[in-house]
């Protein structure tokens, strides 16, 4: 047995009740690998400002950057955004911690996997009969740093002060609300752009996948930008590598056609936080959704949520946790555990073809007896490991 320490943060909402399933299932299933997972508590979030006064204690901070992979379960909920959140705007977890921990690991790479079975049809929100018997794979890979989340801070030093108080750049924490003008910065860097697209090319070629390039060419400059680079690595690089352009508007038309984006879907930030929410309720629901964040050069890790944290159900064993715990699957082949990833990706298969369902992915067709909880599912996936 080999020891992989992994840094856990079980997060605000329903995470923790879904972390719990997900940790151990993990645990459980990369011992086939002969690894044994060595998880070491870093909270971020608001539990950790109710703990240590802070959403990002310094301490985890700097215990995940070290260990380097992160099993993560999302943070933010509106109780606290509505009362501590509004005094204290910088405390917000998602951008102090979330955001931070993308910036400083440098995670440039965020997958998030959306596959359709046809024999899962049922859990579909689209009509059956746009899933082929071969099923869809839609490989989301949204580049997860720079664009407007992070060029207000990123460039506000570049712009002088005079320019800056004209077109209203601030940082959210400093919005007052009686602004007259405020802008966000939205930029993408050549370098930055090259390094991404290469790492999705190289991923669509190893995955016999074309790639569908999503943008916004037809009017605004960044996206301009992105096309000719993306077009540039395809041509030069990749050229046995299918590529396509997709306006990010019929882009997400076609989420209701989903064999129309089998592919590597390459795709802005802003883009693919919006597009992979409506890729995985088109799917299924966004509790079935699994998120990687990868930095490619230095083989950082975040095991995200990329559905949130479900704080409307927190506490009540309901929220589904089969997202969290195919984010393990994620994590285990991230870290060499393929046997284990696979193990974990076969069970939850299982557990769906045979019928069972949270409350989110169950309808009037499906066996009342067959409704199960948080831990309920977590039970039933463990069993068929
Ligand atoms: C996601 C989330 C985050 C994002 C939020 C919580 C900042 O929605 O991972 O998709 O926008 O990236
Ligand atoms: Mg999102």
């Not at 998602?94 to 024999?119: Q, T, V």
């Not at 049922?122 to 989340?149: C, H, M």
């Not at 301009?224 to 997400?252: M, Y």
């Not at 284990?340 to 045979?354: D, F, P, S, T």
Request: net charge neutral.
């Amino acid at each position: 047995m080999s020891i992989k320490k992994i840094a856990l943060v079980k997060g605000d909402g329903s995470g923790p009740e879904m972390m719990e399933q997900a940790v151990r299932i993990a645990q459980e299933a990369a011992r086939l690998d002969k690894i044994e997972l060595e998880f070491i508590e870093t909270p971020m979030g608001w539990n950790a400002y109710d703990k240590f006064g802070d959403t990002l204690p310094p301490e985890s901070f700097k215990k995940a950057k070290e260990i380097g992979t992160i099993f993560f379960g999302g943070v933010g909920d509106f109780q606290h955004d509505s009362t501590i959140g509004v005094d204290k705007p910088e405390m917000r977890p998602e951008a102090r911690a979330l955001l931070a921990l993308r910036k400083e690991l440098g995670l440039l790479l965020n997958f998030r996997p959306i596959i359709y079975y046809k024999s899962l049809a049922s859990l579909a929100n689209v009509k059956p009969e746009t899933i082929p018997a071969e099923g869809i794979k839609q490989i989301w890979v949204r580049f997860l740093l720079e664009d407007s989340y992070f060029g207000n801070a990123d460039l506000k030093d570049m712009i002088p002060n005079e320019i800056r108080e004209k077109i209203g750049v601030k940082l959210k924490s400093e919005v007052t609300g009686r602004e007259k003008i405020v802008a966000d910065i939205a930029y993408y860097k050549r370098a930055t752009i090259e390094k991404y697209i290469r790492a999705a090319f190289a991923y669509a070629r190893k995955e016999k996948l074309p790639l569908i390039s999503i943008d916004k060419a037809n009017v605004m400059a960044r996206y301009d930008f992105w096309r000719k680079i993306v077009s540039e690595v395809g041509r030069n690089e990749f050229p046995d590598v299918p590529l396509t352009h997709q306006l990010v508007d019929s882009a997400s038309a076609l989420l209701f056609t989903p064999a129309k984006l089998h592919g590597v879907i390459a795709c802005g930030n802003e883009h693919g936080d919006i597009l992979s929410d409506g890729a995985a309720s088109a799917m299924g629901s966004m509790g079935l959704m699994c998120s990687s964040a990868i930095n490619p050069e230095t083989g950082a890790a975040m095991f995200e949520s990329g559905a949130g944290t479900a704080p409307t159900l927190a506490g009540q064993d309901k929220a589904n946790p089969l997202g969290r715990i195919l984010t393990g699957a994620l994590m285990l082949r991230h870290i060499g555990a393929e046997k284990g990833a696979l193990a974990i990706e076969n069970a939850v298969n299982k557990v769906l073809n045979e019928g069972y369902r949270t409350g989110d992915i169950f309808t009037k067709s499906d066996d009342p007896a067959k409704l199960l909880g948080t831990m309920g599912m977590g039970e039933k996936v463990i069993e068929r490991l």
